[in-house]
Every structure is written in C-alpha cells, then in structure tokens.
C-alpha cells in the first residue's frame, strides 16, 4: 500500500506541475512578447516573465539530465530561447520526456539514489524521491514570482492551487 501511495502522490504532484506551469505560460503568452520581455522588478529572482519562465524551464531540463546519467554544466536561461514560441516548443517537448520517464519508472525506483553534480561542480547524493519533489517545489516558488509579476502587469491571474487541479476532470 505504502509503495503505490509514493507512486500516486509523485505522478498527482506531477501531474500539479504540468498543469501549473501551463496555465501561467498560457497567461504570460497571452500578453505577448512585448509585455514578456518588460523588465518587471529587479527584485524578482528574474526581472522578467520570459525570464522566469525560461528559468523553470532550464531547472527542469537540467533535473530530468541528471536523472537519465548526465552531468550537465548550464542551466538553460532566458538568452536561450529567441521568442516565447520558441521556449513553448522547447518546453513541451521537455514535458513529454518527462512525462516519459515517470512513467518508466518502477516503484523502487523512487528510493534509489542517485549520484550527481551542481553546475559549479559540486558532487551530492539524494533519493531520486526527494529531487522528484523538489523540482515541483522549485517551481511553486517561481510560480508564485510569475502570479506577481502577472498581477503587477494586468490584475491577478487564475489560481493555481492544488485543490483547483484536483478537482478538474482527468481525462
């Protein structure tokens, strides 16, 4: 009972993550690229919405590297992708790899650990369980800078709770 209720809970925490970082990207699209690249607020981890987005986009990618085996150096930023359109393709081909790899992945598997490096080198050791929740964690926190950053620029966006995506019909 123990295992499928971690395998329940990482692909429902998942499942949050994919359907969060949509509704805000769709949100930010929907302003356009101008509005996109506007310098929001030195105060935010990133000045910008595309920024932002861009930021998530390339923790997420980096994680699911280190996972399959790699030992990637750079994190993807906003400098990467020339337009939204072009970090949107990027980003939904990310979310099917990852997509992909969860479902590959056994019960056991969540408490094996794996070895790898920070992107300064670094060398550190975790359950593949806690990186799994700390990639949706991460997020959540930039989210939050994106739904103010939203505000700032043209009212409150949709809420983004957990409530809201469980209580939507699953196909």
């Not at 969060?20 to 996109?36: C, I, K, M, Q």
């Amino acid at each position: 009972m123990e295992i499928e209720m971690d395998r329940q809970l990482i692909q429902g925490i998942w499942g949050y993550h994919w359907w969060a970082n949509r509704t805000h990207f769709d949100e930010v699209s929907a302003l356009g690229e101008e509005a996109a690249r506007k310098e929001v607020g030195k105060q935010f981890s990133f000045p910008t919405l595309k920024g932002m987005l861009a930021h998530i986009y390339g923790a997420d990618r980096i994680w699911l590297e280190r996972w399959k085996g790699a030992a990637p150096t750079k994190l993807h930023g906003d400098a990467d992708f020339a337009s939204l359109a072009d970090l949107r393709k990027h980003w939904d081909s990310l979310e099917a790899e990852q997509k992909a790899y969860l479902s590959s992945l056994g019960t056991a598997d969540f408490k094996k650990t794996h070895d790898y490096k920070a992107t300064n080198g670094k060398p550190f050791s975790q359950p593949l369980w806690q990186m799994l929740q700390h990639v949706v964690n991460h997020a959540t926190h930039h989210r939050s800078e994106i739904a103010t950053m939203l505000t700032m620029t043209k009212g409150s966006p949709p809420g983004t709770d957990m409530t809201i995506f469980y209580r939507q019909p699953k196909p």
